[in-house]
């Protein structure tokens, strides 16, 4: 209770920012944006109070609650200036959107985004900027004064199942890779305003990109601008955002060798490339785009989806059926562990495809030992037995959760676009849910079941579904 009250009384801030902008603007949200940070403030406050007397130092399983709690709470209170304001004024519609942007997912439910004041707007981008690092982390950073050790929530949010230790307190690490995080994305603003974005579009869409959540303020998305430098922009910091964030201190700590060495890197940087030039070439050959018009459409694409960023410079499902299959892989694949993005991650792909290699050599030589390494460090069966457990639970809920779909009488594709980019946390779809279109003609169930999946990846399966085993519930 301490620690989720700390973390509203954070959210409050938020929400106080967002009711200074809208001061700014002179629009109405201002008091509803009071209101909210008024009624989060209360409950904060409170839960703070109660818990004072609470456990200073948390348990693994402590940390697993936390986590899963502290992503509900802020997205339940989150939704507050939605239904005030009535721009969103279904409590299924403004908590999946809350989730949607704490989860940097980015499906939305809107269909007129142009409408809505400059506060909502800018609520809606911030949530994907503090969801896209991690609440969790944000607050490694803070917890300590109160106290807190971070280390068992380190452990339940980090993104992917490798993290390399950059410094023995996790909080001075966290402090490290927020300075990065708030770096770039000024950095980006800066570049946004030089190619003719206001400074609140440059803002929000900051925001966005490096937490690659892709909400836009522009219903068309990045193709609103019809600007090859704010795409090549754009792209360029929706690459870098998909790398692990400890190989960005390493860069700005000039260890380059190890940046170079890095296998989930070269995967990462080679996927991209492979991607971008096949697709490049299909659209050179299948639709009336120029050379450099079809490399940057592809490049732009093929980064958002690795990246699970969600942005469009156009609607795919108007581009040949087989790129359809091609971007359903790359959502899947997602960047870097480490990264704020969504999907399988990369490491995970590179530790599937060394042990497929090695099944092949044992056929050949039984009595081989062939280890797995990775960056020259052998991966314990343990952590191999992790990652196929992994990817085949995740394949699992795909295939549970694209019949429940079904079953609400949605078409195949429609499902499968929303249950993998629920849980990639990828934004836009396949079909009726493609990047041309808003969710809000799906069913409530299927809402709050894809609001599930959203957390379910923003959380790495385990951290959510753990709380549903008995043995986590006991004592001992």
């Known amino acids: 209770m301490r620690i989720i009250g700390v973390l509203l009384l954070l959210e409050t801030i938020f929400l106080l920012v967002c009711a200074g902008v809208s001061f700014y603007y002179g629009e109405n949200d201002f008091v509803d944006f009071l209101l909210s940070a008024a009624i989060t403030v209360a409950a904060g406050a409170t839960l703070t109070f109660l818990g004072r007397k609470g456990e200073r130092q948390l348990t693994r399983r402590d940390g ?7 992503w509900v709470t802020f997205s339940a209170f989150g939704m507050l200036p939605f239904l005030i304001n009535g721009a969103i004024p ?14 940097s997912t980015g499906a939305t439910i809107l269909d007129d985004i142009e409408s809505l004041p400059h506060g909502i707007l800018f609520w809606r981008s ?7 690092l991690g609440i969790i982390m944000f607050t490694i950073a803070i917890l300590p004064i109160f106290g807190v050790s971070g280390l068992q929530m380190f452990a339940a949010e980090a993104s992917g199942p490798t993290h390399d230790k950059v410094h023995p307190r996790i909080g001075v690490t966290a402090k490290w890779i927020w300075s990065i995080y708030a770096g770039m994305t000024a950095i980006l603003i800066g570049l946004l305003m030089l190619g003719g974005m206001d400074w609140f579009d440059s803002v929000c869409h900051a925001f966005a990109t490096t937490g690659t959540g892709g ?5 068309a998305s990045i193709a609103y601008y019809h600007s090859p430098y704010i795409e090549y922009v754009v792209a360029l910091f929706m690459f870098v955002s998909g790398i692990n964030f400890t190989l960005l201190l390493f860069f700005t700590q000039r260890k380059f060798k190890k940046i ?32 450099e018009e079809s490399f940057r459409k592809a490049l732009f694409q093929v980064i958002s989806l690795h ?38 991650k990369c490491i995970r792909m590179v530790i599937l495809s060394k042990v497929a290699r090695n099944e092949f050599k044992h056929i050949l030589h039984p009595n081989a030992v062939l280890p797995v390494r990775i ?7 343990t952590l191999q037995s992790t990652v196929l457990a992994f990817c085949m639970i995740y394949a699992l809920v795909i295939a549970v959760s694209i019949l429940i779909m079904m079953g609400m009488g949605l078409e195949f594709m429609e499902c499968v676009g929303c249950v993998i980019s629920a849980i990639s946390n990828m934004g ?6 493609g990047p041309a279109y808003s969710w809000a003609a799906l069913p409530d169930l299927a809402k709050w079941m894809l609001s599930f999946l959203m957390l379910l990846g923003r959380l790495e399966l385990f951290t959510v579904l753990l709380l549903f085993t008995p043995d986590f519930w006991k004592r001992n």
């Not at 060495?261 to 120029?290: C, H, M, P």
């Open 90 to 103: 279904n409590v299924t519609d403004a908590f999946f959107e809350t989730m949607s942007g704490f989860s």
């Open 260 to 291: 170079r060495n890095d296998d989930e890197l070269k995967w990462y940087a080679r996927s991209v490339l492979f991607f971008t030039l096949l697709i490049a070439v299909i659209l050179y050959f299948t639709k009336q785009y120029g050379v």
């Open 64 to 70: 697993y609650v936390l986590v899963s709690l502290a």
């Open 428 to 433: 836009p779809g396949l079909g009726e849910s």
């Open 215 to 219: 909400f836009s303020t522009k219903q």
């Open 126 to 132: 911030m949530t994907q900027w503090v969801g896209g």
């Open 375 to 381: 960056n020259k460090q052998v991966v314990s069966p």
């Open 307 to 344: 990246t699970s960023t969600g942005f469009a410079t156009e609607d795919y499902m108007t581009w040949v059926p087989v790129t359809w299959g091609l971007i359903t892989i790359i959502m899947l694949i997602g960047a870097c562990a480490g990264s704020t993005t969504g999907g399988l």
